[in-house]
């Protein structure tokens, strides 16, 4: 499985952005996918999983009512849509995912694939 996450950039604070994980390789019908996000001297945190056949979605409490996690079968891709955005939310975007949902989505070390992340900055 290969994921390739792109949409990053510069954005003003309570501006929006939409980032984008191309998936290839797996059937993904139960996977469960995931963003992650790292600041710089920080750990790799949590922001939003689902679960690919669409029973399940899961988010960071700091994102939710701002970002939304989707995905589109037919792109066999997931994005995340970010409004609202503020300068904590400024980091390194991965994408993620593995081969059944998990109670635990929201550790790193429940994932198998990782994408290149992208980078977000929010400043004025």
């Known amino acids: 499985v290969q994921l390739q996450a792109s949409g990053g950039g510069l954005v003003q604070p309570g501006g929006s952005l939409r980032l984008s994980c191309a998936v290839s390789?797996?059937?993904?019908?139960?996977?469960?996918l995931a963003w992650f996000r790292q600041a710089p001297g920080k750990e790799r945190e949590i922001v939003a999983a689902?679960?690919?056949?669409?029973?399940?979605?899961a988010y960071e409490d700091s994102v939710k009512g701002r970002f939304t996690i989707s995905r589109d079968n037919a792109k066999k891709t997931m994005y995340l849509q970010m409004n609202s955005l503020n300068p904590e939310d400024t980091s390194v975007y991965y994408c993620?995912?593995?081969?059944?949902?998990?109670?635990?989505?929201?550790?790193?070390?429940?994932?198998?694939?990782w994408g290149k992340g992208t980078l977000v900055t929010v400043s004025s």
């Open positions: 689902l679960r690919w056949n669409g029973a399940r979605y």
């Open positions: 390789g797996g059937t993904l019908s139960n996977y469960a």
């Open positions: 993620a995912a593995r081969t059944s949902w998990t109670t635990n989505w929201g550790s790193t070390s429940e994932y198998d694939y």
